[in-house]
Nanobody, 124 residues
Framework: QVQLVESGGGSVQVGGSLRLSCARS????????IGWFRQAPGKEREFVVG????????IYTDSVKGRFTIYRDVAEHTVHLQMHRLKPEDTAVYYC???WGLGLHTARLEYDNWGQGTQVTVSS
């Protein structure tokens, strides 16, 4: 099992930036895919971006392409999500999650280790 802890959420104005971090404890992340999901009030939890730890390969949902960047810090066993040009529709609780295996899956059910979430609020 791997345990995940998110940090870095907060409140920003439209067009601002935030960086979220997902730190792990427990098993090393080799062999895992780390995904970021988000859930806005009254909506389903949706996939945002994922990264395969072994080679850094990534996958993004269309709405964040060109604005969000996911990357890994191998030395610190941490995955970061850099978010730029934030919009009100990015407001949500952001969760990082891990799945064992090499597939860059986007379905929530593919992930079985979840962090507690961190709130991101974008105001106009």
């Amino acid at each position: 099992q791997v345990q995940l802890v998110e940090s870095g959420g907060g409140s920003v104005q439209v067009g601002g930036s935030l960086r979220l971090s997902c730190a792990r404890s427990g098993r090393p992340l080799g062999g895992y895919v780390i995904g970021w999901f988000r859930q806005a009030p009254g909506k389903e939890r949706e996939f945002v971006v994922g990264i395969r730890w072994s080679d850094g390969e990534t996958i993004y949902t269309d709405s964040v392409k060109g604005r969000f960047t996911i990357y890994r810090d191998v030395a610190e066993h941490t995955v970061h999500l850099q978010m730029h040009r934030l919009k009100p529709e990015d407001t949500a609780v952001y969760y990082c999650a891990a799945r064992w295996g090499l597939g860059l899956h986007t379905a929530r059910l593919e992930y079985d280790n979840w962090g507690q979430g961190t709130q991101v609020t974008v105001s106009s």
